[in-house]
């Protein structure tokens, strides 16, 4: 199952959401104000994203 992924707005690293779904689903969701941290080891910015942010890779096969 897909991985959202998002990108911090501070250092513009791809961010994991912590949540998974398909692309069915993620049509159908309204996902808004979550919460994660940036993963970059100098970065750890804490973000609050959207459906809006959420990557289109997250949904390519090749990830």
Do not use: Y
Request: proline share 3%; with cysteine.
């Amino acid at each position: 199952m897909p991985r959202l992924l998002i990108k911090c707005p501070e250092c513009k690293a791809i961010v994991e959401t912590g949540v998974s779904m398909d692309l069915a689903s993620f049509c159908s969701s309204k996902l808004v104000n979550n919460a994660a941290v940036c993963t970059n080891h100098t970065c750890k910015t804490k973000l609050v994203w959207s459906k809006e942010d959420v990557l289109a890779i997250s949904f390519c096969q090749t990830l």
